[in-house]
C-alpha cells in the first residue's frame, strides 16, 4: 500500500485552510462591529430612561416650588389676619 494523497486532495485542503484564515479578519471586525453597535444601542437606551427620569423629577419640582410660592402667600395672610383678630398690630 502507497502512503501517497492526491495532490489534487492537499490542495483543496490547503486553499480551504488558506480561505478560512483569510476570513477571520474580517470574521472578528464584524463581530466587534456588532458588539459595538449593540453597546452603543444599550447606552443611548439609558441616555433616554436618564433623561425621562430627570423630566419627571423636574415637574415634581416645580411643582412643589408652586406649591411652597403658593402656600407664602397664604401663610402671610393668615399671620396678618390672625394678629387683627387677636388685638396686635405690631410685630
Do not use: F, R, W
Request: hydrophobic fraction near 50%.
Amino acid at each position: 500500500m502507497a502512503d501517497t494523497v492526491n495532490s489534487q486532495i492537499t490542495d483543496s485542503v490547503t486553499q480551504s485552510n488558506v480561505k478560512v484564515l483569510a476570513d477571520a479578519p474580517a470574521m472578528a471586525m464584524g463581530s466587534l462591529y456588532q458588539t459595538m453597535a449593540h453597546s452603543l444601542g444599550i447606552l443611548m437606551e439609558n441616555a433616554v430612561a436618564a433623561q425621562q427620569n430627570m423630566s419627571a423629577i423636574a415637574q415634581a419640582a416645580t411643582a412643589q416650588g408652586v406649591n411652597m410660592i403658593y402656600a407664602v402667600d397664604t401663610a402671610a395672610a393668615s399671620a396678618a389676619t390672625s394678629k387683627i383678630l387677636d388685638g396686635k398690630t405690631t410685630s
